[in-house]
Every structure is written in structure tokens, then in C-alpha cells.
């Protein structure tokens, strides 16, 4: 059932913590997807709660020593105690961070005049992450505005073997040699790129009683053929929605989407039942997960059966409720027209969706099967959504999942 409402802050409460943001001017799952339970990822670890978040993975290049990123990222809910975690989750070398800040983004890889602030780790400016594992920095004091683009700068002294990132981050964000991380101006920052590197979590104090919802999904969710350096992601306009309305206590998305991913079987990412804990329950205030998630599982060759689907959905619901989780469903969209569609794999998406729709698993359900399919042929996505390789929705259909969303059903407890 829903949470008693608390009002919001209005627009006015955020256009004043600008001034002070961050200091400025001062069943039976098939063999190999049983879920790994990494020991040092505690559920909920650090507090506040997730403002930003992205699904690390194993990208195809090697750490390098003496590299500098300044990487942007969209906050939503505001808060003090602004915090970074992180990730060296896939590195087999450990990785030195010499120097890490955060800072308001003016534009580009400029910063807000005065607010580019040193964050620490123990009381220390710089750590070492161990191969395999995550940090999460102190608290830096002031606060941070929601809604705002924030510029994380690593400067990383020594690295080595794989590195730890998200390949698809549909943002530009900068690269340097040497330590420029102290600069706000972008005469260092020229090279660009469109990954995120090690940062995975940024987490905040926000009003209290505020929390969190986690999108554990594939490329939808990811955001792939939404327009690039416009938060136009589902969970982008999921956020904004958020933010609008008087009422409701879950503020902050986290998105952990990976491009390819699949429920049951590692591919690119670890599937959603070896990722779950690092990737969403290890997160600080997420009440809700929300899995929007098989569409790669059922197009596969070979594909599970439904059954086998819905067995490994049903593992992830169990285990996010014991972890105190609320967990929202959503239907599988249409893809007929993608190369991998097949009448085999509709009749396998028919059964799941069935399945989420009325199995009784989920907390509550969000049905974009219905938003996005046309009414002319079920099978496919409406073309006004369609970005046009007929699986991926584009800029409108985005905001139409979004919108699908039914802002009290993340309010919910767990079953």
C-alpha cells in the first residue's frame, strides 16, 4: 500500500540550495545463472540515498596510470553530504585514485566558478581500490541542487589490466593526461568520450524520509536511441516526474541499465540475477526496484523457455524482498521487425508478460507492453515510438514508458 505523502519542496527551496550547492561561492534457474552474493557489497551500504547511478562492466581497453576523467552525470534528488562510490568491480590490478573532486558543470568540461570541491576517502585524498571492489568517499560538505549536471574529476596515478566502466553513458563526458583535476576550466579537458569510467554511484542526504527507485534493465533502459547529452532515458523523465510531483517520498533513480543484458545469462554485463546486489540492493535508500528486463533473454540462441524466464524473475523478486525491496514488474515490448524476432520468441514473450501481468510475483505492474505496441499489429511498437530498428523506443517513447510509470506503485512496501 502507499506511504503516507510528505510535501516536496518547491522550486524555490532548490533554486536556494544552488547557492550553496557543494560549496559554490563558499523456481528452477538454468545452470550458470545462480546469483553471485559479492561479500563486500553490504545491502543498502553508506547512507543517504542514490541521486545517480550506472552499471559498471569489464570495457574492452586497459587501465592506464597518470589519467585524468571528468565525467558528467545528472543528479535527482538534492541533497547535503554529497558522496562517490567508486568501482573497480571487473579491474584484476588494484587502481590509485590520486586525487578526486566534484563540481557543477557550467558547460562542456567547464566547471561552476568555486565549486569544484576535494573529496576524501578516510580523511585522505587519495585510495587505492583493491581489484574487485568499490569505495565510497566522506561526505563533502554543502549541498547539491537536484536536477543539475555535477562534473566528477578522478585523476588516477595507478592503474593497470581491465578497466571498470559503463560503455553506453549516452553523455560526453572528458579525458586528460596528468592531474588537471583542480582546474575548472576546460583547457585540459579536450578529448572526449562517451563512457563513464569507475564512478557508479553518487549518493546525498536529501530531506528526510526520501528514497529511491532502481531501473534494472537492458538497453531500453540504458537509454540507446535516445537523443545523446539530453537525459531523454526513460529513467531521465522518470526522474523529472518525480521531481514535479507534491507529493511521494521516492526521489532519487538510479539507473542500471546495461546495452545487451539479460536476466538469466552473463553477456555483456553480468545478468541481472549476478548483478543485483552490487548493481541495486547495495545501494544507500532504494525502496523500489524496478525491473524492466528480458527481451535479450527470450531473443537469444538458445532461448529459455518461458518457464525458465520466469523462474529467474521470480529469484530476483524473492531475493530483493528479503533484502527489504518493493519490486515493480514491466512487461516485455513488442519487437517484431528486430532480426531476432521469430513467432517463437513472441509466443515466449506472450507467456511472460501474462505472467508479470497476473502471476501475482510483483508488488505492482507497469505495463509498457501496452503503451508501445500498435493497435493495428500487436507484435510492434507504435511507429511514433519506434526509433526505427524496431526494438528501441525513441525520444518519445521514452517519455511514454516513463509516463506509463504509476508514481505510487514505487511507494509500495514488499510483499
Known sequence: M???????????????????????????????????????????????????????DRLGEAARGDRGYRLVVRTSVGGSGLRVRLSNAFGDQPVTFGSVRAGLRRSGAALVPGSNRPLTFGGAPSVTVPAGGLVLSDPLPGRVPAGSDLAVSLHVTRAGGTL??????????????????????????????????YLDAVTVRPRKGAAAVAALGDSITDGWHSTADL??????????????????????????????????????????????????????????????????????DPAPTAAQLIAGYRTLVDRAHAAGKCVVGATIAPFKGWPEWDPAAEAAR???????????????????????????????????????????????????????????????RPG
Open 164 to 197: 571498470t566502466g559503463h560503455r553506453t553513458a549516452l553523455q560526453t563526458s572528458y579525458v586528460s593526461d596528468g592531474d588537471h583535476t583542480a582546474e575548472e576550466s576546460a583547457t585540459h579537458w579536450r578529448r572526449r568520450t562517451g563512457s563513464w569510467f
Open 231 to 300: 537525459n531523454r532515458r526513460w529513467p531521465d523523465h522518470l526522474a523529472r516526474r518525480l521531481a514535479r510531483s507534491a507529493t511521494g517520498t521516492v526521489e532519487g533513480v538510479a539507473n542500471e541499465g546495461i546495452s545487451g543484458n539479460r536476466v538469466l545469462t552473463d553477456g555483456p554485463g553480468q545478468s541481472a540475477l549476478n548483478r543485483l546486489s552490487r548493481d541495486v540492493l547495495s545501494l544507500p535508500g532504494v525502496r523500489t526496484v524496478f525491473l524492466f528486463q528480458g527481451v535479450n533473454d527470450i531473443k537469444a
Open 350 to 412: 506472450r507467456k511472460v508478460n501474462a505472467f508479470i501481468r497476473h502471476g501475482g510475483a510483483f508488488d505492482a505492474v507497469t505495463d509498457v507492453d501496452r503503451v508501445l505496441r500498435s493497435p493495428r499489429d500487436p507484435e510492434r511498437m507504435l511507429p511514433a515510438f519506434d526509433s526505427g530498428d524496431h526494438i528501441h523506443p525513441n525520444d518519445k517513447g521514452m517519455r511514454a514508458v516513463a509516463d506509463a510509470v504509476d508514481l505510487d506503485s514505487l511507494e509500495c
Open 2 to 56: 502507499p506511504r503516507t505523502a510528505r510535501p516536496r519542496r518547491r522550486a524555490a527551496l532548490a533554486a536556494l540550495s544552488c547557492c550553496v550547492a557543494l560549496g559554490c561561492g563558499t523456481g528452477t534457474v538454468p545452470a550458470g545463472a545462480r546469483p553471485t552474493q559479492p561479500p563486500d557489497v553490504p545491502a543498502g551500504s553508506g547512507r543517504g540515498v542514490v541521486t545517480w547511478a550506472s552499471a559498471a
